[in-house]
């Protein structure tokens, strides 16, 4: 009869063995033609093409298999993985991962030198929030509750400050006074999508700034995850990196309806923390990895990311900066960005079972593209033939004798602990 530590030995070889099998990925020149065909053909399936631009980048279990530029992202320049586009809502991944980091590292906000804590009230973090304190009671608006989108706050863009300009330029500081006006509601604390929310995280970040030594959120982005995860198509929509402006698309505003105008609340500021990052395909593929890889975030906030925080139907729940899906055993995290001139879609499918994984990232210079979701769907259902199949050990069922029948019956299969929890 084997042996106690013969059976650990043997199941820690088999694990080593699966580890392997599935980080293998097989990826032919006809699985490109293939995928490459398809995006074509969903290119022009409309009255008329979809986008001037688009650009792609596939990944299965941190190899990418997949990169390349469909159109133009530039007039008479074509669209490559590493064109650099407005990513909009996109941008709440990285803010997010910066709370989470501060959390991670016990930061102390410069305001009344308290910890930065998922629990902590917006009030004993930012200056001049007391009234929402008074406001809320025993039910504060706290970081966790910004992240997930709880929060309850008004949306400033239906009550902006006294005399700004939606065409112009605001400060950060004007928003915050306009914000601080506006207590937020205890009624209604379920999910309730508002850029706002992240737009005080952001300035929550800063408030660490005496800590972090970074003079602003930017700036506390770059030098924490972007430089050191090395995304060199990545910044912020304020930036003045040549090299990378010279591969930004062009938007397609001002050429295309709805948006035959300048549009309105555009300017950095009202986008600050939640909507005002620029990125590249490939950029958002090393992105993906590194969070899968516990090198942008760690495994715990990685798992606040991804968890099912706040119900938003009844099958889909928003984490902290990604949406979140469940579906025939493989969990789904994305997020799409929509401002004029730019819409973006980015997703990890991840399998809780063997931890295989498939990132999708698509970028376009159109205005409020339909269906971009819908080929990220189809992306997936073909990368999924090309997951490696880890064939599982099979565990000897336990039997015990019935009385009554006088026959061996298996017990029961128990619920993965995973689904279990759902």
């Known amino acids: 009869m084997p042996t106690r530590r013969f059976m650990l030995v043997l199941a820690a070889a088999l694990s080593l063995t699966l580890s392997d099998q599935a980080s293998a990925v ?6 490109t033609a293939q995928l490459d065909g398809m995006i074509v053909r969903w290119l022009g399936s409309g009255p008329k093409r979809r986008a001037p631009g688009l650009s792609v980048a596939v990944g299965i279990n941190g190899q990418r298999v997949f990169a390349r530029g469909y159109g133009e992202g530039r007039p008479g320049q074509p669209a490559d993985e590493h064109t650099v586009y407005h990513v909009g809502s996109l941008s709440k991944q990285f803010t997010a991962a910066a709370v989470l980091r501060l959390v991670d590292t016990g930061a102390i906000s410069q305001h009344g030198n308290a910890p930065i804590t998922l629990s902590s009230p917006v009030q ?11 406001a809320t009671g025993s039910s504060p608006v706290t970081v966790r509750r910004l992240l997930t989108m709880t929060s309850g706050i008004q949306n400033l863009l239906y009550h902006p400050p006294p005399g700004s300009d939606p065409w112009g330029h605001i400060t950060a500081s004007r928003m915050l006074d306009g914000l601080r006006r506006l207590p937020p509601s205890t009624r209604h604390r379920g999910f309730a999508y508002d850029n706002f929310n992240y737009f005080l995280l952001a300035q929550i970040v800063e408030a660490a700034a005496e800590q972090t030594r970074a003079q602003n959120f930017a700036e506390y982005v770059r030098t924490t995850m972007i430089a050191p995860l090395q995304l060199n198509d990545t910044g912020f929509t304020s930036d003045l990196d040549t090299n990378r402006n010279l591969r930004m698309a062009t938007p397609s505003w001002g050429k295309t309806s709805p ?5 309105a609340f555009m300017l950095s500021e009202w986008l600050k923390g939640s909507a005002d990052m620029v990125s590249s395909a490939a950029d958002l593929f090393s ?4 969070i899968m890889e516990s090198r942008a975030v760690s495994p715990a906030s990685r798992k606040l990311m991804f968890s099912n925080a706040a119900r938003v139907t009844i099958s889909k729940y928003y984490g902290m900066g990604w949406f979140v899906e469940y579906d025939a055993g493989w969990d789904r ?13 980015n997703a990890i499918i991840s399998n809780p079972r063997d931890g295989s994984w498939i990132s999708v990232s698509l970028l376009t210079n159109a205005d409020d593209v339909r ?15 090309h997951v490696p199949v880890a064939m599982l050990p099979v565990q000897q069922t336990p039997v015990f004798s019935c009385p009554i029948a006088g026959q061996a019956l298996a017990t029961p299969v128990p619920v993965p602990p995973h689904l279990a929890s759902r």
């Open 124 to 134: 004993d973090l930012l200056p001049g929030f007391d009234a929402w304190g008074d």
């Open 287 to 290: 992105w993906n990895k590194a």
């Open 26 to 31: 097989e990826w032919t020149a006809f699985d």
């Open 259 to 263: 948006y035959l105008r300048r549009p």
């Open 371 to 385: 269906g971009l979701e819908e080929l990220s769907a189809e992306i997936v259902r073909a990368a999924k033939r």
């Open 333 to 345: 995290f994305s997020h799409t960005g929509y401002v004029p001139g730019f819409t973006a879609s």
